[in-house]
């Protein structure tokens, strides 16, 4: 018995302390909309930690007096009317009393802080579109025209608008050390956030709504560079890949119309079906991004090529579908889409 309750401690506890720490905590963050809620996380916890300890000390206190009234026997003294009476006031008081006044003043806190986060800290500097798609990331920088995927890239001190909407089912935004809060992406309207990355690095996102199998495998990662470095690196972004002169990259790019690659995907202004192919991610940069599928697995030859294979050895439920290349149309591809790095 011991060890049954030894266990289900260890369990419990290790499921509470990876909420705690790593790259998707919203604790500890410096975001001014992130601590206002960690601010208000604290609150409930620690008042809920409270009430609960209450409510289960009065339950071990209820349990004692009544076994100890059993055991006093059919000759015990008759009860006590006024106690009762007392009983039954602390019971409505602290039953239903206490739970309304806690449960409009958390409601009052939350509502304030939600008001709160909804403005951002300060005037945004750059806006970007982020469409939710099963099971990845569209991201759109309208004003310089740029199209990726599943890697945000922001300037780092300063406020960026994000707007968020969904091409297939509902999703959710949130970026844990970033963003104030997760905000539903849904088909057809556009929801509004903001997201503030206080210190350069790289930051990690996740879907937070249920949208199918791959839901779990729907990250994203965020990285915050120093303005200047972030203007650059949208800069190369402006101008279209241009068409290789080698000729195995040549090969690459006729094997990704011959086998229908461009139905799904775009590269600028190179593939026949720009405006058609955006089932799948824009691979315009694909050769700079750090990961596959969502932060599915790290972009490597060996894993574009795999993925290109079978994507589902690493993102079961993929809807990209199983290919036969040969090895040399494999390799080609491979290092034509290795080469789209901007
Ligand atoms: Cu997209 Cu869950």
Same mark, same amino acid.
């Given at each position: ?5 030894l266990?289900?401690t ?21 975001n ?5 809620v ?24 209820a349990? !004692?007096?009544?076994r ?29 009393l206490?739970?309304?006044l ?27 579109e ?6 990845w990331?569209?991201?759109?920088y309208?004003e310089?025209g !740029? ?14 608008a ?12 949130w ?9 539903d992406?849904?088909?057809g ?17 996740q ?19 120093p ?23 040549r090969r ?5 119309s ?16 720009d ?25 490597t ?32 591809l491979?290092?034509?889409?290795r080469?789209?790095?901007?």
């Amino acid at each position: 018995m011991s060890r049954a309750i030894l266990r289900a401690t260890a369990l419990a506890a290790c499921a509470l302390s990876v909420a705690c720490q790593g790259p998707q905590s919203m604790l500890g963050t410096n975001n001014p909309g992130g601590q206002s809620v960690e601010g208000l996380w604290w609150i409930a916890l620690a008042s809920t930690g409270f009430l609960s300890t209450v409510v289960i000390l009065a339950l071990g206190y209820a349990v !004692v007096r009544a076994r100890r009234a059993g055991r006093s026997g059919p000759d015990h003294p008759a009860p006590d009317v006024d106690g009762i009476q007392r009983e039954s006031s602390v019971i409505l008081i602290a039953g239903a009393l206490g739970p309304a006044l806690f449960l409009i003043g958390f409601l009052t806190l939350s509502v304030d802080t939600g008001q709160e986060i909804s403005r951002p800290p300060s005037p945004p500097t750059l806006t970007v579109e982020v469409v939710g798609h099963m099971f990845w990331w569209e991201i759109r920088y309208p004003e310089a025209g !740029v199209v990726t995927a599943n890697e945000l890239h922001i300037p780092a001190g300063e406020t960026v608008a994000v707007q968020v909407t969904s091409a297939d089912v509902i999703h959710s935004f949130w970026i844990p050390q970033l963003s104030p809060g997760k905000i539903d992406m849904v088909p057809g309207r556009t929801n509004l956030t903001w997201m503030l990355a206080d210190e350069p690095g790289t930051y990690r996102g996740q879907c937070t709504e249920f949208c199918g199998t791959q839901h779990a495998l729907m990250s994203m990662r965020v990285v915050a560079s120093p303005p200047e470095d972030f203007e650059r690196w949208l800069d190369r972004r402006t101008q279209a890949p241009e068409v290789p002169s080698d000729l195995e990259l040549r090969r690459g790019l006729s094997l990704f119309s011959q086998y229908g690659c461009d139905a799904c995907h775009r590269i600028r202004d190179v593939t026949l079906l720009d405006l058609i192919g955006t089932a799948g991610p824009d691979l315009t940069d694909v050769g700079a991004r750090s990961t596959l599928g969502a932060l599915a697995v790290e972009n490597t030859p060996e894993t574009l090529g795999r993925w290109i294979l079978n994507p589902h050895v690493y993102k079961p439920g993929v809807r990209m579908p199983p290919t036969d290349l040969s090895e040399e149309d494999l390799a080609a591809l491979v290092a034509y889409l290795r080469s789209l790095d901007p």
